[in-house]
């Protein structure tokens, strides 16, 4: 208890530690992808080994990043909400690694077959909208762009994350599903439908204190008016 106790109260200078700790471990799949390029360990087929293994991370990128509110709230570590944006930025890199090798190694840059494989193949339609939806929130996730939007309209717009997420299941369990590999997309599914239901649950909560207290300012201002009327008398 102790423990959660002082990891709820870390000082500036430790979160930063945290936050470059994190930076560098986030980079290790990609070394460890590189590594296995130059080792020879990719497997019969290294383009399938690397798109699935970028698209694996960037399915955990995504949902670490989405947990970080609930956990937030749940543990009272406040510091999270600091490691928020870089999370989230490993989980657009990871998304755009796993395109750009479909869009290169698979198609080696031919627009047209790549554009019929998205229409004729919906795992991949999924995909590449659950990327094209992440771009604006990489674009704006800066504090100018926060400051240029405004508070409001930019939390607005990263809701999408809600979207972007499930989206990135369904494609992960499509293209498990032609395999019968079933078990890695119903974790996934679970867990995530759980953060959502967690994020539900909050705004509702919120809702509720908002209304008691507008309900108590709105008693508080009856009362004040009739101990005056009654003083005017």
């Not at 840059?109 to 939806?133: C, H, N, S, Y």
């Not at 996934?188 to 300012?217: C, D």
């Amino acid at each position: 208890m102790r423990f959660f106790t002082n990891l709820s109260s870390l000082s500036q200078r430790r979160v930063l530690q945290l936050r470059n700790l994190l930076f560098v471990l986030a980079l290790l799949p990609l070394a460890r992808l590189v590594a296995f390029g130059f080792l020879g360990r990719l497997g019969a087929n290294p383009i399938e080994f690397i798109t699935r293994n970028t698209g694996d991370w960037a399915l955990y990128f995504l949902c670490i990043t989405l947990a970080v509110t609930p956990l937030r709230k749940l543990i009272r570590w406040n510091w999270l909400v600091r490691l928020r944006r870089m999370l989230g930025l490993y989980a657009f890199f990871y998304v755009a690694l796993h395109f750009t090798i479909f869009f290169w190694l698979d198609h080696f840059f031919d627009m047209q077959e790549m554009w019929a494989d998205i229409v004729k193949r919906p795992f991949i339609t999924v995909g590449v909208l659950a990327f094209a939806l992440l771009i604006p929130l990489a674009i704006t996730s800066t504090n100018g762009m926060v400051r240029r939007l405004g508070g409001k309209r930019w939390q607005w717009l990263h809701r999408l994350t809600y979207v972007i997420v499930p989206l990135g299941v369904l494609h992960f369990w499509w293209v498990k599903a032609g395999k019968n590999l079933l078990a890695q997309p119903i974790l996934f599914s679970a867990i995530v439908a759980l953060l959502l239901l967690a994020r539900v649950l909050s705004e509702k909560n919120r809702e509720r204190l908002a209304q008691l207290w507008s309900r108590r300012g709105a008693g508080n201002t009856e009362t004040t008016g009739t101990v005056l009327m009654k003083e005017g008398k």
